[in-house]
């Protein structure tokens, strides 16, 4: 039930591109994504919500296929700052946002 | 300052010694969860709440048990707490279940 992460970990010079896929077996009403820097508490990105639209913060965006069941988090030009394990989250439930569920995550590095 | 604060930060403990990790949120928000972070598996999910008396189980609640008498407050329990059970465990309110802050976390460890 958890959301499958893609790649597990991406190495990355800075000004580099990457993209990190989520997908699911189960269908999808939003996806969450979060990032979490080494040593500290996961922080929101942004959410999409069903529809395929785009959102953007900063250099990082993301997409949302409803039918594919997948949403993908685009990172452009990437800085140092970027650095840090990302996740993307899905409600169990449905619609209902408390019941989070978070993929495995994938590890990003960008190195100078 | 809008946070959420959890305690203790860390803890060392033995097998079968009850415990409570504390959480508590001063933004007024509706949604309460608890996770729990191990290597490779990510964050998993013990308990949800969405509102006071309103409380239900995630993905790996087994071993542990959650209270919401106060919005503000959301306690996480090991009555009797093993090894399997150290980890790190992060709290995280939200108003509508969208853009979770997370506390801190707590590193526990159970010998």
């Known amino acids: 039930q958890q959301p499958v992460q893609s790649p597990q970990a991406v190495i990355l010079r800075e000004g580099e591109d990457a993209v990190i896929n989520c997908s699911s077996s189960?269908?999808?009403?939003?996806v969450h994504w979060y990032r979490q820097k080494h040593g500290e508490a996961p922080v929101f990105l942004m959410i999409l919500l069903k529809g395929g639209e785009q959102k953007g913060h900063d250099k990082i965006s993301a997409s949302f296929n409803e039918k594919k069941q997948q949403s993908s988090l685009y990172l452009t030009a990437s800085q140092l700052s970027y650095s840090g394990t990302y996740f993307c989250?899905?409600?169990?439930?449905?619609?209902?946002?408390?019941?989070?569920?978070f993929g495995k995550g994938t590890k990003l590095s960008v190195k100078p | 300052e809008a946070q959420v604060t959890q305690n203790p930060r860390y803890l060392i403990t033995v097998t079968g010694k009850k415990l409570t990790v504390t959480c508590s949120q001063n933004m007024n928000h509706e949604y309460m969860s608890w996770y729990r972070q191990d290597p490779g598996l990510g964050l998993r999910q013990i308990y949800y709440s969405m509102n006071v008396e309103v409380t239900d189980k995630g993905d790996v609640p087994e071993g542990y048990k959650v209270s919401r008498k106060e919005k503000r407050n959301f306690p996480l329990i090991l009555e009797s707490p093993s090894p399997n059970q150290t980890s790190l465990y992060f709290c995280?309110?939200?108003?509508?279940?969208?853009?979770?802050?997370f506390g801190s976390g707590t590193r526990l460890t159970v010998v």
């Open positions: 989250g899905t409600p169990l439930g449905g619609r209902s946002q408390g019941n989070l569920i």
């Open positions: 189960k269908a999808l009403y939003s």
């Open positions: 995280a309110s939200s108003l509508s279940g969208v853009g979770y802050t």
